[in-house]
């Protein structure tokens, strides 16, 4: 089926420790997307990028890093030096707009990152 | 900067009775506009939007959404709630033309009473 795969869906992290959060999609989209999920703050963005090799800072990119090697993955690292990582972390992906798509996302079922 | 404000954290709404959540939005070009639902520990589900036309849009489980340009609104709508729309609703928008952004509200929280 096609779809967009996180992994893991629960990660457990001491203080201190990078962790990579994995996203993988088989829909053959350009555009993917990171989100953070707060209670009563929505999703904020983290990192998108609209094709291979290139990638944009959302409204909160500070204490992260991402990568687009190749066109269906899309990984996310949360560094040491991200002050609040625990929240849920949702993956998306969408096709380019055109007048044909309009960019409706595609969600995987997220990651839950619970620093000890 | 594109911006999306849900002014209501909670919706309570009893079995039966329409539904309405709210939503405004701000872009400086032409708005594309979504509502998405979000069911416990899951991720977003994209239920319906709107690109141009009419002002009226119908999507997923029987909802609808209205725009209205003037206001900067896209209210969801729903005739007749169920007990399973129980769920967790963000509004979207992404401008015309330009990078592939995507901003979410906030979220309201939809409780159907039985």
């Known amino acids: 089926d096609g779809g967009i795969t996180q992994s893991p869906k629960y990660l457990f992290r001491k203080e201190g420790q990078n962790v990579t959060l994995s996203c993988e999609q088989n829909?053959?989209?350009?555009?993917m997307y990171w989100y953070r999920q707060d209670p009563g703050q929505g999703l904020r963005l983290i990192y998108y990028?609209?094709?291979?090799?290139?990638?944009q800072k959302g409204d909160i990119a500070e204490g992260y890093s991402v990568s687009r090697e190749k066109k269906e993955s899309f990984p996310l690292t949360v560094t040491s030096a991200q002050k609040n990582p625990t929240a849920f972390y949702l993956c998306?992906?969408?096709?380019?707009?055109?007048?044909?798509?309009?960019?409706?996302?595609?969600f995987g079922e997220g990651s839950r990152l619970t620093v000890l | 900067a594109q911006s999306v404000a849900q002014p209501e954290d909670q919706v309570n709404v009893a079995e039966g009775n329409p539904l309405t959540v709210k939503c405004t939005y701000s872009?400086?070009?032409?708005?594309?506009l979504f509502w998405y639902v979000q069911y416990p520990n899951r991720g977003l589900q994209f239920l319906l939007k709107?690109?141009?036309?009419?002002?009226l849009v119908k999507g997923s489980y029987g909802f609808e959404a209205e725009f209205n340009k003037s206001q900067t609104s896209f209210h969801l709508k729903k005739p007749s709630a169920l007990v399973s729309d129980s769920a967790l609703y963000f509004c979207?928008?992404?401008?015309?033309?330009?990078?592939?952004?995507?901003?979410f509200g906030t979220g309201t929280k939809l409780q159907v009473i039985p």
């Open positions: 998306a992906s969408s096709p380019v707009a055109d007048l044909a798509n309009t960019g409706e996302l595609f």
């Open positions: 829909l053959n989209h350009d555009a």
């Open positions: 990028s609209q094709i291979v090799n290139d990638f």
């Open positions: 872009v400086s070009g032409n708005p594309y």
């Open positions: 709107y690109i141009t036309g009419d002002n």
């Open positions: 979207a928008v992404r401008e015309d033309g330009g990078y592939q952004k995507v901003t």
